[in-house]
Nanobody, 124 residues
Framework: VQLMESGGGSAQAGGSLRLSCSGS???????????MGWFRQAPGKEREGVAV???????SYAESVKGRFTISQDKGEKQVYLQMNGLPPEDTAIYYC????????????????WGRGTPVNVVS
């Protein structure tokens, strides 16, 4: 397993969770730049990009999480974090860590590396 996720679990509505992901085992031979982040898939729904960050620190968020979620990284260590605040039940999903060489995008098909997923369950 090359992307190691942690931090999922249950939270009350309005609460917070923090997800972590390590991609330190992954290297790209053609570039030093990379993009890491999070996608999610709720039951019966399509996969959705949540937030990504590139090695320069640029970020991109889904509109549905702006102002509530914050993505950050340990630059150079290929560690990425997702701080999730003000969680409503609608944020319940399996959250997947993703990684790709090159610059930032929220297009799922651009990511060749996917973690196994960590569940987030928000209860009201």
């Amino acid at each position: 397993v090359q992307l190691m996720e942690s931090g999922g679990g249950s939270a009350q509505a309005g609460g917070s969770l923090r997800l972590s992901c390590s991609g330190s085992a992954i290297t790209f031979s053609s570039t030093n730049t990379y993009c890491m982040g999070w996608f999610r898939q709720a039951p019966g729904k399509e996969r959705e990009g949540v937030a990504v960050i590139d090695s320069d620190g640029d970020t991109s968020y889904a509109e549905s999480v702006k102002g509530r979620f914050t993505i950050s990284q340990d630059k150079g260590e290929k560690q990425v974090y997702l701080q999730m605040n003000g969680l409503p039940p609608e944020d319940t999903a399996i959250y997947y860590c993703v990684m790709k060489p090159g610059w930032i995008t929220l297009v799922a098909d651009s990511f060749g590396y996917w973690g196994r997923g960590t569940p987030v369950n928000v209860v009201s």
